[in-house]
């Protein structure tokens, strides 16, 4: 079973100061998913940024990237010009590359940007 | 976009009572899933729904639980007897054949 493990409970930082946030998984598959979602007071689940397991290049989202390093199975996301409307929480999610498979959560790390 | 619409955005139940929640996933997505986040914790798997069963479910989905999709639109999720710890939110999300999860805003669950 595949196992998904964000150590930091909450973050905080200036605004316009960039951030990473941490994520580490374990999984016997070769091929997957992962992906970073937001969620704000709503509660909304909003997907910010996703990566294939397969691809060696880091994905980029505008002012949120990963830094994917497949062999020590981290994941982590880095949150350039820090705004005020990305206090939120952060989920990292890892997903199977499978047709049916369903995405495993980790905690979530809740990030507070201060003005 | 397409979106996956959940209703009601707020349910208060009294304990025992039986409740529904409702989806209506992407149209032309064929794996359907019910999430379960208690509040303050992380997202929770309950429930993923391909060709008109159940393809897996979570030891979170026991007898209590049941999903059913009646008329090829409508994902529900029906809780038959709620426990004070059933509150918490609930997310529908849908999957099509390209790659890609979307998902609802959530049923806000509260047991009294």
């Given at each position: 079973?595949q196992?998904?493990?964000?150590s930091?409970?909450?973050?905080?930082?200036?605004?316009?100061?960039?951030?990473?946030?941490?994520?580490?998984?374990?999984?016997?598959?070769?091929?997957?998913?992962?992906?970073?979602?937001?969620?704000?007071?709503?509660?909304?689940?909003?997907?910010?940024?996703?990566?294939?397991?397969?691809?060696?290049?880091?994905?980029?989202e505008?002012?949120?990237?990963?830094?994917?390093?497949?062999?020590?199975?981290?994941?982590?996301?880095?949150?350039?010009?820090?705004?005020?409307?990305?206090?939120?929480m952060?989920?990292c999610?890892?997903?199977?590359?499978?047709?049916?498979?369903?995405?495993?959560?980790?905690?979530?790390?809740?990030?507070?940007?201060?003005? | 976009?397409?979106?996956?619409?959940?209703?009601?955005?707020?349910?208060?139940?009294q304990?025992?009572?039986?409740?529904?929640?409702?989806?209506?996933?992407?149209?032309?997505?064929?794996?359907?899933?019910?999430?379960?986040?208690?509040?303050?914790?992380?997202?929770?798997?309950?429930?993923?729904?391909?060709?008109?069963?159940?393809?897996?479910?979570?030891?979170?989905?026991?007898?209590?639980?049941?999903?059913?999709?009646?008329?090829?639109?409508?994902?529900?999720?029906?809780?038959?007897?709620?426990?004070?710890?059933?509150?918490?939110?609930?997310?529908?999300?849908?999957?099509?054949?390209?790659?890609?999860?979307?998902?609802?805003?959530?049923?806000?669950?509260?047991?009294?």
């Amino acid at each position: 079973a595949q196992t998904v493990t964000q150590s930091q409970p909450e973050m905080s930082v200036q605004e316009a100061e960039t951030v990473t946030l941490s994520c580490t998984y374990d999984t016997s598959e070769n091929n997957y998913y992962l992906f970073w979602y937001k969620q704000p007071p709503s509660r909304q689940m909003i997907l910010v940024i996703r990566q294939e397991a397969y691809k060696q290049q880091n994905a980029t989202e505008n002012r949120f990237s990963v830094n994917f390093q497949k062999a020590a199975k981290s994941f982590s996301l880095k949150i350039s010009d820090s705004q005020l409307g990305d206090t939120a929480m952060y989920f990292c999610a890892f997903d199977q590359e499978t047709s049916g498979s369903r995405l495993t959560f980790g905690e979530g790390t809740q990030l507070t940007v201060n003005p | 976009e397409p979106e996956v619409t959940q209703t009601p955005s707020h349910q208060v139940t009294q304990m025992g009572q039986e409740v529904i929640l409702r989806c209506v996933p992407i149209s032309n997505h064929l794996y359907f899933y019910w999430y379960r986040q208690i509040l303050g914790q992380k997202v929770e798997f309950l429930v993923s729904f391909y060709n008109n069963e159940i393809s897996e479910k979570s030891e979170i989905f026991d007898d209590q639980f049941s999903v059913e999709r009646p008329d090829g639109s409508n994902f529900t999720l029906k809780i038959r007897s709620t426990k004070l710890e059933d509150s918490a939110m609930y997310f529908c999300a849908s999957k099509g054949i390209a790659y890609g999860y979307t998902f609802g805003s959530g049923t806000r669950l509260t047991v009294v």
